[in-house]
């Protein structure tokens, strides 16, 4: 079974770091596009961040040139480095690529952002 482990949330300060890990098993995630999404509460899930598997990258306007999506191949990990963090970054962050016609989500993992 297809399975997604996000980690590396966390609580933060403003202006801070976070590293977010999305690794997979029984899929090759360089070979998938793979999608960083994230809900704050009361409202709705929106796209941050993507990378296909050729490489190319996009982002949500209100991350760019913050946060930076990438991928360990040996790993089968995708990364989602977000600097300079802002209390509206705060959300559940989830992960998801699709893969014979299915989509597959991780469990997401908590981002908090203080001020």
């Known amino acids: 079974q297809v399975q997604l482990v996000e980690s590396g949330g966390g609580l933060v300060q403003v202006g801070g770091s976070l590293r977010l890990s999305c690794t997979a098993s029984?899929?090759?995630?360089?070979?998938?596009?793979v999608t960083w999404y994230r809900q704050a509460p009361g409202k709705e899930r929106e796209l941050v961040a993507l990378?296909?598997?050729?490489?190319?990258?996009n982002y949500a306007d209100s991350v760019k040139g913050r946060f930076a999506i990438s991928r360990d191949n040996e790993k089968n990990t995708v990364f989602l480095q977000m600097n300079s963090l802002k209390p509206e970054d705060t959300a559940i962050y989830y992960c998801?690529?699709?893969?014979?016609?299915?989509?597959?989500w991780g469990q997401g993992t908590q981002v908090t952002v203080s001020s």
């Open positions: 998801k690529t699709s893969y014979r016609n299915r989509e597959y």
């Open positions: 029984r899929i090759i995630l360089s070979t998938n596009a």
């Open positions: 990378i296909l598997s050729g490489g190319v990258r």
